[in-house]
């Protein structure tokens, strides 16, 4: 008995000169690929902008804080601008850049299968104009839904 396809269809053929050296998955790692990394964007996404709360929240200290912050700036999701509380020395808060803000489907999508398969959360997401909860999914340019075995893998047309 064979296992049931549930993947892609498709194959990138090596011999025609498709190698994985320059996969966006790997890339993509490379940028956010550790945990505190994503657990910042989270929080970012949350409105958390000032480094103190960022570290507490994440539950990781000021060092890893300040070198993930560092990072994510550096790759340009989050942007650094100064503040000053009145009487204080100038500090930094960190917002979300465009391009960090178009990584939050990746975190829609990793909520909710951590909350399905995982640990259930005790907070969703919610569409603000209508109160329904938000789900990631795949669309095609049309717009149509997507089921994983209904996708085909190719290289891009240049």
Known sequence: MSAPTIGMTGILDPRRGWQATTCPIAGAIDVVGA????LLLREAF???TRFDDFAERV???QPVAAARLRQLVDDGLLVRQPYRDEGQRTR?????TDKGTEFFP????????GDRWVQSSRVELRHRDCGRAVHAELRCENDHRV???SIDLAVKDN
């Open 35 to 38: 945990r505190s990394a994503f």
């Open 46 to 48: 949350y409105g958390t």
């Open 59 to 61: 539950g990781i200290s």
């Open 92 to 96: 930094m808060e960190y917002w979300l």
């Open 106 to 113: 990746v975190l829609a999508a990793l909520m909710q299968w």
């Open 147 to 149: 089921k994983v075995d």
